[in-house]
């Protein structure tokens, strides 16, 4: 075999990289992976709001459940006053009648308070827990996908490994010239850089290449001789 048949033979593999590398690329889970983590970014504003306003709204319903036990208390301290007989004085005795209504009136208050609250909290944890579990779906494909990349990637890793070794094999003891036109060219080409001529058509583009210009190819030096068309270097 001649050097540009070498050539020939370390382009093959070279196209073979070069659909492994667009494999490895563009491997389904990769899609899966980015499918899920922008749904999960599309969702998790909503939660964290969501998750503030809960938590707020915790915060008040515990705060008005303190107000309410201490507004309780204090009813219950006045009841036992006014009941104890150690108050006998009619002002005294309508005074604390007088704060014990005012004392149930504002438990009322903060007792209606407390159950809207409540509501609202009951609502706004159904609506955070819906959130977490399309998150946690959404995280778990994504965990799966993970899984499946890796696994594609080293699958596609040996194979480029083994393809790379024939490769380099093949590419030993070429002249460095012709390897860095070769490079050169495939760089500009679409990974075409040498082209068998078959007949009076370049193999790389399948285009004719003019008559005089066949001449000249087959008198010239091997692998100085390009497809005008597409720059392949070309073997007759």
């Not at 003891?173 to 760089?187: I, N, Q, W």
Request: proline content about 3%; aromatic content about 2%.
């Amino acid at each position: 075999m001649t050097d540009l048949d070498h050539l020939v033979v370390v382009q093959e593999h070279d196209l073979s990289l070069d659909r492994l590398r667009r494999q490895r690329a563009t491997l389904p889970a990769r899609s899966d992976l980015a499918n899920a983590e922008s749904a999960i970014a599309a969702i998790t504003p909503g939660l964290n709001e969501l998750t503030a306003q809960r938590d707020v709204v915790a915060r008040d319903a515990h705060r008005l459940d303190d107000e309410v036990a201490s507004v309780r208390e204090k009813s219950v301290a006045a009841d036992k006053s006014l009941y104890s007989g150690k108050v006998t004085a009619i002002k005294e005795l309508q005074a604390l009648q007088t704060e014990i209504d005012q004392l149930a009136a504002r438990q009322g208050v903060l007792e209606d308070r407390e159950l809207e609250l409540m509501q609202t909290l009951e609502t706004l944890e159904a609506e955070v827990a819906t959130l977490e579990a399309q998150i946690h779906v959404h995280s778990d494909a994504a965990a799966r996908a993970r899984v499946e990349i890796a696994a594609g990637e080293a699958d596609m890793d040996a194979q480029i490994a083994v393809v790379v070794e024939a490769r380099n094999s093949e590419a030993y003891g070429l002249p460095d010239a012709l390897l860095a036109t070769y490079e050169l060219v495939r760089g500009r080409a679409n990974g075409v850089g040498v082209a068998r001529l078959v007949g009076n058509t370049c193999q790389g583009c399948r285009l004719s290449i003019p008559a005089n210009e066949i001449d000249r190819i087959k008198r010239g030096i091997p692998g100085e001789s390009c497809c005008d068309n597409c720059g392949a270097i070309l073997v007759p």
